[in-house]
């Protein structure tokens, strides 16, 4: 990837610098609490819920009769009484004329199989899947030569795995997949700087890339050690993305304008960081899920899938430039 948070994972991080820079704004509070979970009726009901069927002879006929996909995706007895009385309470806020609230900082979702948020899940597949399409073309259509040839497939590989946490998030929200979402989505855009750093740069200083190299892994081993063992800060994380997210944006944007007379195909680049910026501002809409699977979110994942095939288009471009100029001996731009 190659382009402002496109280069997250292959194209999408979390949210792309503009955007992330206001949604900061609005969500460092909102991801602690939501008015749903935070309303008597819906904590009672779910005390209820537990304590009549999470224990004793019904939570092992819960357990028995629960299907294999579910139990082995981690639903729990309680898990499902907190699913249940999402909708007791939706219906209640419905039946008063009052708007849908969230719940745990996220919309009320119809859960298919074993699917917590259908829409997000498979639109996350879908970008993995062209991600991995594309990565097959390039690899199939770039010789092992080209310069950049094992820095965009190690890139690629970053944002595959990515996009493979925010499938498995989207489906079942847990600690644990929470943390590699978040994690998965800043390794590719650090990786994505290091690609734009090794294209710019590291070509004719390949010291300075490495040099880069090394101090972007020991950002993220810092950031990811804070998260983990000093606090997960939303706030925090959304500001060191937005942070890292910027300078992806503005050194590839100023690389597309510096070669904008000389390379014929800069125009995907630049197209690419645009779309993916403008594409984020979706997420500001932040409206009640229609028929309770498609939200804001869902729509802009599904909103970059094109993008990673005329990403991916400039990527074998420029790859095929790099190759042909370093065969006549020309200076790369």
């Known amino acids: 990837m190659a382009s402002a948070v496109m280069l997250a994972r292959c194209t999408s991080v979390r949210f792309p610098a503009v955007a992330t820079a206001v949604l900061l704004l609005l969500s460092i509070t909102i991801v602690q609490a939501s008015q749903g979970d935070k309303e008597p009726v819906y904590r009672d009901c779910v005390k209820q819920c537990v304590g009549s069927n999470c224990t004793g002879a019904r939570l092992r006929g819960f357990q028995s009769s629960q299907p294999q996909y579910m139990a082995l995706t981690g639903w729990t007895c309680r898990d499902d009484c907190r699913y249940q009385c999402m909708w007791t309470t939706v219906g209640l806020y419905q039946a008063e004329g009052y708007s849908v609230p969230q719940f745990h900082g996220k919309w009320p979702f119809v859960r298919f199989l074993c699917f917590e948020d259908p829409a997000s899940a498979l639109a996350s597949l879908l970008n993995g899947l062209a991600c991995l399409l594309m990565l097959l073309r390039y690899r199939s259509t770039v010789p092992r030569q080209s310069p950049m040839y094992h820095t965009i497939n190690a890139f690629s590989l970053v944002s595959l795995n990515a996009w493979f946490w925010s499938t498995v998030f989207h489906t079942r929200d847990t600690y644990l997949t929470e ?90 680049c630049g197209l690419v960081v645009v779309l993916l910026h403008g594409l984020a501002l979706l997420e500001l809409l932040d409206f009640p899920p229609m028929f309770w699977i498609l939200d804001a979110h869902a729509v802009w994942h599904l909103s970059t899938v094109p993008v990673h095939f005329l990403f991916y288009s400039f990527l074998i471009d420029d790859s095929l430039y790099l190759l042909n100029t370093e065969k006549m001996g020309v200076k790369v731009e």
């Open 179 to 268: 943390k590699m979402d978040y994690f998965c989505a800043t390794a590719v855009i650090l990786y994505s700087i290091y690609l734009c750093c090794v294209r710019t740069l590291g070509l004719k200083r390949p010291g300075v890339s490495s040099m880069v190299g090394i101090l972007l892994i020991l950002a993220f081993t810092s950031h990811v050690s804070y998260l983990t063992f000093v606090s997960f800060d939303y706030g925090y994380n959304m500001a060191a993305n937005t942070s890292i997210g910027m300078v992806n944006l503005l050194w590839w944007l100023c690389w597309c304008w510096q070669n904008r007379r000389t390379l014929p195909y800069w125009w995907k």
